[in-house]
Structure formats: C-alpha cells, structure tokens
Nanobody, 118 residues
C-alpha cells in the first residue's frame, strides 16, 4: 500500500510560481511511476505531468515549458515546479502513482488546492 501526501498549494498571482511536493510512504517508491493530475471546477481530471522509474518525463501540452516534474528517490518525494502560472491552472492538484505495468494510477493523494488570481 502506498500513501501520498501533497503540500505546497496556495494562492498566487498570475505569472507567479509554486512548488508542490508529494511525500510517499513505502519502501518501493523508486519503482513507482509518479505523476501529478489536476481537476478544475466543472472539468474532467487531467494528467499534468508524469515521471517514470526510468525514462523521460511527459507533460500536458498546456503546461509544457512552464511546469517541471522531478523526483528524489532517497526522500520518497516527487515535486512539481510550476512557473508562469495562469488563472486556467487553478485546480486541485493530486499526486498519483502506479505500479510498473499498471494501466491505471492506483494511488492518489487527497489533493492540494492551487488558485491563480488574475
């Protein structure tokens, strides 16, 4: 079982930056495929960024060039650095994880609110 706890959300003005952190429990963190999803009011949940155990990162087109996902396996932590934030980035951001070979993200944090004011 993996537990994920997000932190770092808040209110920021457009053009500002935030860094989200996600601490994961368990001893197999380095094997997990980690990601950040988000859900804005009235919209479907979407994948924002993903970082596998091995391989390159992946980003939604709407955040590419502005957001950076990274992980520190020694600290069981994944980060999402968000720069040049826009009001349309306002959403609840979820840290997620899946086992190697899984099609779905099996584990979800409780989410952290990010609000970008214009």
């Amino acid at each position: 079982q993996v537990q994920l706890v997000e932190s770092g959300g808040g209110l920021v003005q457009a053009g500002g930056s935030l860094r989200l952190s996600c601490a994961a429990s368990g001893s197999f963190f380095s094997f997990l495929h980690m990601a950040w999803h988000r859900q804005a009011p009235g919209k479907q949940r979407e994948l924002v960024a993903a970082i596998p155990m091995i391989g390159s990162t992946d980003y939604a087109a709407s955040v590419k060039g502005r957001f950076t996902i990274s992980r520190d396996n020694a600290k069981n932590t994944v980060y999402l650095q968000m720069n040049s934030l826009k009001p349309k980035d306002t959403a609840v951001y979820y840290c997620t994880a899946k086992q190697p070979g899984s099609l779905e993200y099996d584990y979800w944090g409780q989410g952290t609110q990010v609000t970008v004011s214009s």
